[in-house]
């Protein structure tokens, strides 16, 4: 399966993941149930060698 897409590196970026966890709970609160947000990036192409 070709993916297109892979998980963002957040590491060191704690300000964002924070906010992404007051996004979770203000959906959490809207929704009434548990959300949990992921983060991707377009995966870069890599050269060819």
């Given at each position: 399966m070709h993916q297109d897409y892979e998980f963002t590196d957040l590491q060191g970026?704690?300000?964002l993941?924070?906010?992404i966890r007051r996004?979770?709970?203000k959906i959490e609160?809207?929704?009434g149930?548990?959300?949990n947000l992921?983060?991707?990036s377009?995966?870069?192409?890599?050269?060819d060698h």
């Open positions: 970026k704690e300000p993941v924070q906010e996004l979770e709970e609160q809207s929704l149930e548990k959300v992921i983060a991707y377009e995966k870069k192409e890599e050269p």
